[in-house]
């Protein structure tokens, strides 16, 4: 893991895109091709998703099968080839990688809906998977799945991260229309994590996602209210503040 001070999720001159954005921009063209595939059933990406299932919770480069993903090709392609960057380099590709396979663990069986959605977030597709279970055992529904997001927030490896966001995956193909999740955003978060300088903001985020979502209004399938379009978690934001990290500074 990178233990730098440098600011989270920037790497070189202030010229050079943050490699936040690069990892999040990574995640984001390899799942969009990806999905658009499965959704055709095209034999080349369903057995590309049964593969990337594998590494579900794993550790980037700890399956072999798995190595050169296109994913983390896209991603050596986006960020600059320095000695320097080597610490950066690596939180950014454990962060693609988690995403892409916890993506495609979401997406299995799925060709009539995309699991991957920009603009919602982790703590708002928890939200909404309490929301569906809408049973007479409701408020212990909420108390179970509120500890398994807490859990993630409380973890202290990114090994331990992996797994249980694995076990939140899992749950939320428990319903019939699971709650879709932007992965792009949750790698960029993942990136971020592993700087401790910056994991405290990320934990913030993720409650943050968590409780705005509760006053979010219902929508139907596929729809969503102009609060929770693009990247948005606090809609009072002005759109330059929501342009770093979701709204909220590295750190905070």
Sequence with gaps: MSTTSKPAGHVGGNDEPPVRELVEQATHTYIARLQFQY?????????????LRRGAGRRAHEIP?????DALEKLA???????????????AEEAVFLASTLWALHQQSRRDQNTHVRGKDLGG????????????????EESTLRKRLVRVGTAESFQSVAVRLR????????????????YARLAGQLYRWQDRSARAGVQ???????HLAASAPRTGRGKAPDSEKGDVIDPTLGADEDSTYGGYAAGE
């Design 204 to 210: 913030r985020e993720w409650g943050r996602e968590f």
């Design 125 to 140: 597709a928890v939200r909404a998977l309490i929301r569906s279970k809408n049973t007479e055992s409701a408020d212990e």
């Design 65 to 69: 099968e798995l190595w050169g993903i």
């Design 77 to 91: 392609e986006l960020m600059p080839r320095r000695k320097s960057d080597s610490g950066h380099r690596e939180d």
């Design 167 to 182: 076990e939140i995956v899992t749950l939320l193909r428990t319903v019939p229309e699971p709650p879709p999740l932007d």
């Design 39 to 51: 959704a055709k059933d095209d034999p080349a990406a369903v057995a590309e998703l049964a593969q």
